[in-house]
């Protein structure tokens, strides 16, 4: 199966922002959206007694704690909407842009140890692993190791 990205990588910068939410819930749906801030914005707090920056809400009765986290620096995210799904080929639109986002847990304070911050921490790693590297950098490395190898014998 192929997917198809219908838009020009330069309506990115002239799509409207987005308040985006990332919920622990799978909605089944393809209608209308509710009115979200009538419904779920309004009803979002500060929780201090939870941390610094926490949030605090509720789904469906069922307790929710959140935060608002900013891409990392260099990086935009899109929403993109599938045209049909009953395709053969999948075909994506682009509805709107976000540079961050309000992620929620489910009766569990926000950390270092969810996907999202986790995901964040792996974009670090492979950018220093991709960053060119220096022949005298290289070199000084090698003089190091070489060092520490006659240290250690």
Aim: hydrophobic residues 35%; proline residues 6%.
């Amino acid at each position: 199966m192929s997917i198809t990205l219908d838009f020009d990588v330069k309506e990115v910068d002239n799509k409207r922002p987005m308040q985006l939410h990332y919920l622990p819930a799978k909605i089944v749906g393809d209608g209308e959206c509710t009115n979200v801030d009538t419904y779920f914005n309004n009803y979002t707090r500060e929780a201090p007694e939870y941390g610094n920056g926490v949030l605090t809400n509720a789904l469906r009765g069922y307790p929710l704690l959140g935060k608002r986290e900013a891409l990392p620096q260099g990086y935009k995210g899109v929403v993109l909407q599938e045209t049909d799904p009953h395709l053969p080929v999948r075909q994506l639109r682009l509805t709107g842009t976000f540079q961050e986002f309000t992620y929620w847990n489910y009766d569990k304070v926000p950390s270092k140890s969810d996907g999202y911050q986790q995901a964040a921490v792996m974009l670090e790693v492979a950018e220093a692993l991709a960053a060119p590297v220096s022949e005298e950098a290289l070199e000084e490395e090698m003089k190091l190791h070489q060092q520490a190898k006659k240290e250690n014998v």
